[in-house]
């Protein structure tokens, strides 16, 4: 074949093989793969919770054919350790230096607070998969910044209703003093003492300190009528096996936000039997679509799943809500932010939406602790929205 004939042959199969790449839809041209961010505990306390919610958000994206809106995702992940003063120094190296299109953190309230931060400043799309820190969809909020969680208001908010209906008059509070446990403490007295109720003590220690002895004997002291807590991971597993030591349990009843006994009951065992706990999930909701998300999860993991997990999982349902309505474009942020506060989002929890500062809108459920499931009792707060004060939106 002479050059000419072979050059125009080559035009023409490079010509063929350009309109056969046009007719592709765009979403599926030479977009890079999506970077996500993930910045979660996976030591100390807080590490099974960063784990589950890794797992959750990974079954989504594996039950989508391991790509979201067309494009494949590479994952970067950071440990980081709940210590808020590390937290801006890890989320900027996750913007700067791996150039992340998307933040997925954290469990811990200092540490989403500093990501939510610098998310606003730098306009990095920001979805919270665990940590309530009420500012983040109250003063803090932004049009980039999501929850797939709840707000530390929320179950606090919930269990005062619960707490005082018990016809319990004179409790006391327990938690870390840090934004997760003052806001909890705080959602629960609002209501609590709107309904008569009154929160006699606060006592605190500081995260992630376990060394309850002292304060568990204040509390035998101040015989109150009921003990409202905010504990969570390995700290949740000390203080309820703790609380049963001290002879409290038979005395004095214990309420919690559920985080008390989520993820924890393995290791719990009777000490946490009969717990009543509030929280946006439960082990037993037993419709279709929790039903199936526990079973894939139970067959991916080989683990039961928990609150964490689901919030993980949605956090990439969320992603996935606004990626599709931007075909992959995340430079299309209008769009895609439109996208996800109209969507109403099918969880394993129950569908929710979001408030106006990007918090689920939800049902909190009321459970109690049987075997090692935290079991629907009923629905104790119907589409609870965090009231997102401050937020201006
Ligand atoms: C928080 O710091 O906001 C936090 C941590 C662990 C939980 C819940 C909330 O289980």
Same mark, same amino acid.
């Not at 080989?302 to 474009?329: F, R």
């Given at each position: 074949?002479?050059?000419?004939?072979?050059?125009?042959?080559?035009r023409a199969i490079a010509t063929l093989a350009l309109s056969a790449l046009s007719a592709l839809p765009a979403?599926a041209q030479?977009? !890079?793969?999506?970077?996500?961010?993930?910045?979660?505990?996976?030591?100390?306390?807080?590490?099974?919770?960063?784990?589950?919610?890794?797992? +959750?958000?990974? /079954?989504?994206?594996?039950?989508?054919? *391991?790509?979201?809106?067309? #494009?494949?995702?590479?994952?970067?992940?950071?440990?980081?350790?709940?210590? !808020?003063?590390?937290?801006?120094?890890?989320?900027? =190296?996750?913007?700067?230096?791996?150039?992340?299109?998307?933040?997925?953190?954290?469990?811990?309230?200092?540490?989403?607070?500093?990501?939510? @931060?610098?998310?606003?400043?730098?306009?990095?799309?920001?979805?919270? !998969?665990?940590?309530?820190?009420?500012?983040?969809?109250?003063?803090?909020?932004?049009?980039?910044?999501?929850?797939?969680?709840?707000?530390?208001?929320?179950?606090?908010?919930?269990?005062?209703?619960?707490?005082? @209906?018990?016809?319990?008059?004179?409790?006391?509070?327990?938690?870390? @003093?840090?934004?997760?446990?003052?806001?909890?403490?705080? +959602?629960? @007295?609002?209501?609590?003492?709107?309904? +008569?109720?009154?929160?006699?003590?606060?006592?605190?220690?500081?995260?992630?300190?376990?060394?309850?002895?002292?304060?568990?004997?204040?509390?035998?002291?101040?015989?109150?009528?009921?003990?409202?807590?905010?504990?969570? *991971?390995?700290?949740?597993?000390?203080?309820?096996?703790?609380?049963?030591?001290? *002879?409290?349990?038979?005395?004095?009843?214990?309420?919690?936000?559920?985080?008390?006994?989520?993820?924890?009951?393995?290791?719990? +065992?009777?000490?946490?039997?009969?717990?009543?706990?509030?929280?946006?999930?439960?082990?037993?909701?037993?419709?279709?679509?929790?039903?199936?998300? #526990?079973?894939?999860?139970?067959?991916?993991?080989?683990?039961?799943?928990?609150?964490?997990?689901?919030?993980?999982?949605?956090?990439?349902?969320?992603?996935?809500?606004?990626?599709?309505?931007?075909?992959?474009?995340?430079?299309?942020?209008?769009?895609?932010?439109?996208?996800?506060?109209?969507?109403?989002?099918?969880?394993?929890?129950?569908?929710?939406? /979001?408030?106006?500062?990007?918090?689920?809108?939800?049902?909190?459920?009321?459970?109690?602790?049987?075997?090692?499931?935290? =079991?629907?009792?009923?629905?104790?707060?119907?589409? /609870?929205?965090?009231?997102?004060?401050?937020?201006?939106?």
């Open positions: 074949m002479n050059p000419s004939r072979r050059t125009l042959i080559s979403l030479g977009l !890079p793969k999506l970077k996500v961010g993930l910045m979660l505990p996976y030591t100390g306390t807080y590490a099974a919770l960063g784990n589950a919610i890794e797992n +959750g958000f990974r /079954l989504h994206i594996t039950e989508q054919g *391991g790509k979201l809106a067309g #494009r494949e995702i590479e994952f970067v992940k950071v440990d980081d350790e709940s210590d !808020p003063s590390k937290a801006t120094d890890n989320v900027n =190296k996750l913007i700067k230096r791996d150039n992340v299109d998307v933040l997925i953190g954290s469990v811990h309230s200092g540490v989403a607070m500093a990501m939510a @931060k610098v998310a606003k400043d730098t306009g990095t799309v920001l979805i919270v !998969p665990n940590a309530g820190a009420d500012a983040v969809t109250g003063p803090m909020c932004a049009s980039n910044i999501f929850r797939s969680s709840f707000s530390n208001w929320q179950p606090g908010y919930a269990m005062g209703e619960v707490v005082a @209906k018990k016809g319990h008059k004179k409790v006391v509070t327990i938690t870390w @003093k840090y934004a997760a446990g003052d806001e909890s403490i705080r +959602g629960f @007295k609002e209501s609590f003492e709107k309904a +008569g109720g009154k929160v006699v003590k606060e006592l605190t220690l500081p995260f992630p300190n376990v060394e309850f002895q002292a304060l568990l004997t204040e509390i035998a002291a101040a015989k109150p009528d009921a003990v409202y807590t905010f504990f969570a *991971g390995g700290g949740a597993v000390k203080f309820v096996k703790d609380y049963a030591a001290a *002879g409290l349990k038979k005395t004095v009843p214990l309420y919690g936000a559920g985080f008390l006994t989520d993820g924890t009951l393995d290791a719990q +065992g009777a000490d946490a039997a009969d717990l009543l706990t509030t929280l946006h999930y439960a082990d037993s909701l037993n419709t279709p679509r929790d039903n199936a998300f #526990r079973l894939l999860y139970a067959k991916t993991y080989k683990l039961q799943p928990d609150v964490y997990a689901v919030q993980g999982y949605d956090a990439a349902q969320m992603l996935a809500v606004g990626l599709n309505a931007v075909k992959g474009d995340m430079g299309k942020k209008a769009e895609f932010t439109a996208a996800i506060e109209k969507a109403k989002i099918d969880s394993p929890r129950g569908p929710f939406t /979001l408030s106006k500062s990007h918090n689920p809108v939800q049902d909190i459920y009321l459970r109690q602790v049987g075997g090692k499931e935290n =079991k629907l009792v009923n629905i104790a707060s119907k589409a /609870l929205a965090d009231p997102g004060r401050g937020c201006k939106l």
